[in-house]
């Protein structure tokens, strides 16, 4: 299989950590960079996430600089097309705000992170 080439710009203090993670699980940081972007491709949603409690879902409100990762609570059919809720009732793993200056992660400012 034929792979792409990305070249990233991280913050030291995030390099150091996400070189720590990879040398303790075995991995090398390329896998350990590709699994992270695998998950977040298939569970992020660009917006703001609202959690609708009658349905037990979770939909997503377009929203500029906004990201939340995690599963929205719907089942899909074959071709990807949401199809109703699951029954899960949804989960948000974590949320990204880019509006302010600093990234703000579950509502706390990141503050190594530019």
Known sequence: MSKSRCELRL???VHKRMKNLADKS???MNQLVEGILAWAGSN???GSPNVDVK???IRTKPLPQVLWFGHDG???DESGESIGPD???GQIA???DYRATRAMVNGWEVDDVV
């Open 11 to 13: 913050d030291p203090i």
């Open 44 to 46: 992020g949603h660009a």
């Open 55 to 57: 349905q037990e879902l």
């Open 87 to 89: 029954g899960s009732g």
């Open 94 to 96: 974590f949320l990204l």
């Open 74 to 76: 719907m089942e899909s």
């Open 26 to 28: 075995g991995l090398s």
